[in-house]
């Protein structure tokens, strides 16, 4: 029962990373990076959850801030650019940034670390579900960026203004 529990934990924490990743995908992301942004995402969701508990709720408090709201900005950022970089007349692969892979990981994780805030409720063995968590994310984000790359080929440009349309919506959604 308790690994159900952490199954359906790992896929609903995923499910947002799944989403952005099908929008990011529209960019056109090397399959390198693809596999980069996967394994990267799948790191901050196996040790956002860990810190999560290790901190606890008493960061949060001292810290007065919603992260949703951390969130909320770091998607808009990059759905605006997203949809500026639609409009250029380039058409070729998008190689991302350094900072941007650790932005939309973190961005994907944050989730992860108020789960981990009630991780010792969820299970007793909190590192075996962290790396469920991980494992998860990194199918969900590699498929989503696959995904959102053949969208691309079919739909185009506009696939990629869609996608960062997507993530400000998303963004919006956690904030309010």
Do not use: W
Request: charged residues 10%; contains cysteine.
């Amino acid at each position: 029962m308790e690994l159900l529990l952490v199954l359906m934990v790992a896929v609903s924490l995923s499910m947002d990373a799944f989403s952005l990743s099908l929008a990011y995908g529209t960019l056109g992301i090397p399959r390198k990076q693809v596999v980069l942004l996967a394994v990267i995402v799948g790191c901050f969701h196996f040790f956002m959850p860990i810190i999560g508990m290790l901190i606890g709720i008493s960061v949060l408090n001292v810290i007065g801030i919603n992260p949703d709201i951390i969130v909320f900005m770091v998607l808009f950022v990059i759905g605006v650019q997203m949809i500026f970089e639609s409009f250029s007349k380039k058409d070729e692969l998008k190689i991302m940034k350094t900072i941007e892979l650790f932005l939309f990981a973190f961005a994907v994780s944050v989730d992860s670390f108020s789960v981990g805030l009630t991780l010792t409720n969820i299970s007793d063995n909190y590192i075996f579900s962290s790396l469920i968590f991980a494992l998860c994310s990194m199918f969900f984000t590699f498929s989503g960026l696959l995904l959102g790359n053949k969208i691309k080929k079919s739909v185009g440009k506009i696939s990629t203004i869609i996608g960062g349309l997507v993530l400000i919506i998303i963004g919006v959604f956690f904030a309010f």
